[in-house]
């Protein structure tokens, strides 16, 4: 089970600390995902932590702004957004699955909105 908390309204130029908590599963066999839905968009892969390399993978529109980290002891995982911008807006959701980043999510959490405003 994955749960997020963390979402909010922020103007652009903000910050966000998103959070997902992570019951039934470890970061050691799972790759860790931050995605986002924005209102009639698909679902995009935002960032990731690879449980194969130890690398964490971001996508361009938020390479530098966003920070994923993890608490292993607290099977909790981050997604810090940093200088926010309307475009940011979305639910986001955090995935895990065993294929590895950006692959098929076999657990996913109910989401978190964020909404940035200009």
């Known amino acids: 089970q994955l749960v997020e908390s963390g979402g909010g309204l922020v103007q652009a130029g903000g910050s966000l600390r998103l959070s997902c908590a992570a019951s039934?599963?470890?970061?050691?066999?799972?790759?860790i995902g931050w995605y986002r839905q924005a209102s009639g968009k698909d679902r995009e892969g935002v960032s990731c932590?690879?449980?194969?390399?130890?690398?964490?993978y971001y996508i361009d529109s938020v390479e530098g702004r966003f920070t994923m980290s993890s608490d292993s002891a607290k099977n909790i995982v981050y997604l810090q957004m940093n200088n926010l911008k309307p475009e940011d807006t979305a639910v986001y959701y955090c995935?895990?699955?065993?294929?590895?980043?950006?692959?098929?999510?076999?657990?996913w959490g109910q989401g978190t909105l964020v909404t940035v405003s200009s």
């Open positions: 039934g599963l470890t970061f050691d066999t799972y790759a």
């Open positions: 995935g895990a699955g065993v294929r590895g980043c950006f692959a098929y999510v076999e657990v």
């Open positions: 932590m690879s449980s194969s390399d130890n690398n964490t």
